[in-house]
């Protein structure tokens, strides 16, 4: 069997394998689904680990986000559907487009990132994130401590992982901001 994981932040790409046929299956949900990931990534953060030649320490564990995963969701399923896999939807639209189309927002944070990586032809949980933690670039987007949040998504034999790092203003902060004393610009960051 050959499999394919792409990892991204913003428009980092990393092409890893070649695609496989599909198997039609209904998309995994439920409780089960959502902690089996998270103990597998918050395992490996916890402990700290080398992401190819890099050491990354131990980070705080990721918390899932709904709106990561139906962001992800939404790409798995169009990439089956429409017989591509790429970080770029075939409508044009970015990584970041979907994550903040489905929900995920900038708007009252004082610092938003977001990545994603993103395979195909694994058969399991187990399977796929041992993939992405043997790819440099998968395993930098999963130790990466500017992430907290992730949402994760399989259609078929494709697999999205998306992630978040929002902080907040600090309230005083918020508060000059509300009076209009100081005057935002929109930046959004990657993560490498």
């Known amino acids: 069997m050959r499999k394919m994981i792409f990892g991204g932040v913003l ?11 599909r198997s039609q299956q209904p998309p995994p949900t439920g409780e089960r689904f959502k902690q089996d990931f998270l103990n597998y990534i918050n395992y490996n953060r916890a402990r700290g680990c080398n ?8 980070a705080p ?19 089956n559907d429409r017989r591509y896999f790429s970080h770029d939807s075939k409508d044009g639209r970015s990584m970041q487009d979907r994550i903040v189309f489905a929900g995920y ?15 195909q032809g694994q058969q399991s949980i187990n399977e796929v994130m041992a993939d992405w933690f043997k790819s440099e670039g998968h395993c930098h987007n999963l130790m990466n ?3 907290k949040e992730v949402g994760i998504s399989q259609y078929n034999d494709y697999w999205v992982q998306d992630f978040g790092g929002r902080v907040p203003f600090a309230p005083g902060v918020l508060k000059k ?9 929109q930046q959004v960051s990657a993560a490498n």
């Open 11 to 21: 428009l980092l790409i990393l092409t890893i394998a070649i695609s496989t046929g």
């Open 51 to 58: 992401c190819g030649t890099k050491w990354f320490p131990p």
């Open 61 to 79: 564990p990721l918390t899932w986000n709904n709106m990561l995963q139906k962001s992800a969701y939404g790409h798995a399923k169009d990439m």
């Open 105 to 119: 927002i900038f708007k009252g944070y004082e610092s938003f990132t977001v990545g994603e990586n993103i395979a």
């Open 145 to 147: 401590p500017a992430f």
């Open 177 to 185: 901001i509300q009076e209009g004393k100081i005057k935002l610009s």
